[in-house]
């Protein structure tokens, strides 16, 4: 059985989001304790497990495989660069015909590829509610922020609008802290700063209460980023660029109560698990 480290969200190696991607043999998945062992191998923010499923009928909504996530802690509800890393290996392995439809936790997803290698995840546009923020969390990100808001309940982030583009990229939140008052991560986002930098808005994202302390491009916080920016920019097409070291591009599109996720992924590591 082969492993491929897969980076999301770029068209170069080693920018964007990596992360593992394991095919499973068979129609079912391992032992849950093998696959949190894998993902805390591989040590990467999220490792995807896949498996093909056989015809169905009755209420169940078909899907043509069942696809989990594991952080190198816990399993996820939702993830998108690890989906679209997964999509990049059935279309390069030949295994993917047109659009491909996942059975996740999340519900049924889809996702295609296009002739240039352009891929779109089909995911749930996240509800968000506001809240009164945490003084202890803010203190702990550093920041004055203009707005709070949750997402839910796939992502069961935090949102934090703050004033700038420069208050984004230069975060240096105390994540202990931040992991003992969230549950899953913390998304920070302002509005561009350039109008001719190619994107509309910035963010970054902090989960270190799921073993991730800082996610390098985050797929599904931008289906709460989404919803957001295109009220307040008055556009339902955007592109996001996620501010960490790594850096990445995700093009949004917001289509009422789904959200449509584009970006490119390129293969870095191809190996074999050893008996």
């Known amino acids: 059985m082969r492993i491929r480290i897969v980076d999301a969200f770029t068209d170069r190696p080693f920018a964007g989001n990596p992360a593992g991607v394991v095919v499973l043999d068979g129609d079912g998945f391992?032992?849950?304790?093998?696959?949190?062992?894998?993902?805390a191998e591989v040590n990467h923010a999220e490792t995807a497990f896949v498996h093909r499923l056989p015809a169905e009928s009755g209420n169940v909504p078909a899907a043509d495989w069942a696809l989990r996530w594991f952080t190198p802690l816990v399993e996820v509800a939702l993830c998108g660069h690890a989906t679209l890393a997964t999509t990049h290996v059935l279309n390069r392995t030949g295994q993917l015909d047109g659009t491909v439809r996942y059975r996740t936790l999340s519900g049924v997803l889809t996702a295609s590829a296009d002739a240039g290698g352009l891929i779109t995840l089909d995911f749930p546009t996240a509800p968000l509610s506001p809240v009164e923020a945490d003084p202890e969390l803010v203190a702990a990100l550093g920041i004055d922020h203009r707005t709070v808001l949750h997402t839910g309940p796939s992502t069961d982030d935090l949102l934090f609008e703050v004033a700038d583009e420069k208050t984004v990229r230069a975060l240096t939140p105390d994540l202990r802290a931040v992991g003992r008052l969230t549950r899953r991560g913390v998304i920070v986002t302002a509005a561009a700063g350039d109008a001719t930098s190619g994107y509309d808005f910035v963010s970054r994202?902090?989960?270190?209460?799921?073993?991730?302390?800082?996610?390098?491009?985050?797929?599904?916080?931008?289906?709460?980023?989404?919803p957001f920016w295109a009220e307040r920019l008055g556009r339902t097409e955007l592109t996001g660029y996620q501010a960490s070291p790594r850096g990445g591009l995700v093009r949004v599109s917001l289509h009422g109560d789904r959200t449509h996720l584009s970006g490119y992924a390129v293969t870095t590591i191809d190996g074999e698990f050893l008996p």
């Open 30 to 39: 391992p032992p849950d304790e093998w696959m949190r062992n894998v993902a």
């Open 205 to 226: 994202f902090f989960g270190p209460a799921v073993g991730v302390d800082e996610d390098p491009v985050t797929g599904s916080a931008h289906t709460a980023l989404t």
